[in-house]
C-alpha cells in the first residue's frame, strides 16, 4: 500500500539505500563541501541555466520555506497562500517569525486561483487604511496541494505573471514529470524576479 502521509514516514526508495551503501566507507568533509554536494550543485546550476549562481542545501523543508519567502518578500509584507497551505497550518509559526505576516485565502481542493488573488489585491489597495495593513508581497503555493490535487501550468503561470511565487520545497519535483513539460517551461514562472507593489496615487498595482 502506498502512503501519501508525508515524507518522512518510511526510508528512502530501495536504490537510493543501495547508493548509501556502497558509499557507506568514504571519508568526506562536512558542511556542504563534499563531492556529492558539489557535484549536485552543478547539476542545479545547469537546469537554472545560471552557471554563476550560489547553491545552499538546507536540512528540512520548514527552513526552506522560512528562508525562501524571507528572501523574496520585502520586510513589511506578508506572503498569501490558501489557507490549508502548510505555512498556515503545520509550521508552528516560523514564517511569521520572521516577521511576514501568512495571509490565508479560502482554499478550493487546496488550491487559490488568479481571479481569487486579484480580488484580494484590489480589495487591499482600495482600503483607505490600507497604510496600516500588512501588504501582500509574495504568493506561496503547495505543488501537490495538501489535498492531493495539482496546479496546471496555466494555473501557475497565472499567479505568477504579476506575483513573485515561492512554490513548495521538495513538492516541487514532481511538478514537471506530472505536467510533462520541458525544463525550461517549468521554471519560467520563477525565472522572474518580481515584487507586488502599490502606486497610491494611480491606484493600481506595478510590479518590479
Not at 547539476?43 to 528562508?67: H, M, Y
Not at 503545520?90 to 488550491?111: C, F, M, N, S
Not at 502599490?198 to 510590479?207: A, L, M, P, T, Y
Request: proline share 4%.
Amino acid at each position: 500500500m502506498l502512503s501519501f502521509e508525508n515524507d518522512y514516514s518510511a526510508a528512502a526508495c530501495p536504490q537510493i539505500i543501495a547508493r548509501m551503501q556502497q558509499v557507506q566507507n568514504e571519508t568526506h568533509p562536512g558542511y556542504g563541501t563534499d563531492a556529492y554536494c558539489k557535484a549536485a550543485a552543478g547539476k542545479i546550476r545547469a537546469l537554472c541555466d545560471n552557471p554563476e549562481s550560489d547553491i545552499w542545501f538546507l536540512t528540512g523543508g520548514t527552513q526552506t520555506n522560512q528562508v525562501v519567502i524571507d528572501s523574496i518578500t520585502a520586510q513589511y509584507a506578508g506572503v498569501v497562500c490558501a489557507d490549508s497551505a502548510h505555512i498556515n497550518t503545520h509550521e508552528a509559526g516560523a514564517i511569521e517569525a520572521t516577521g511576514h505576516k501568512v495571509l490565508a485565502l479560502p482554499q478550493q481542493d487546496g488550491k487559490i486561483s488568479a481571479p481569487q488573488l486579484d480580488d484580494y489585491c484590489e480589495r487591499f489597495n482600495a482600503d483607505a487604511n490600507h497604510t496600516h495593513m500588512v501588504r501582500p508581497g509574495c504568493v506561496y503555493v503547495s505543488q501537490p496541494t495538501e489535498y492531493g490535487t495539482v496546479y496546471t501550468r496555466a494555473e501557475l503561470a497565472a499567479l505568477a505573471r504579476p506575483r513573485h511565487v515561492a512554490v513548495h520545497r521538495r513538492r516541487a519535483l514532481g511538478l514537471c514529470a506530472h505536467m510533462r513539460c520541458e525544463r525550461r517551461e517549468s521554471r519560467r514562472p520563477c525565472a522572474h524576479r518580481r515584487r507586488l507593489h502599490d502606486r497610491r496615487h494611480e491606484g493600481r498595482r506595478h510590479v518590479r
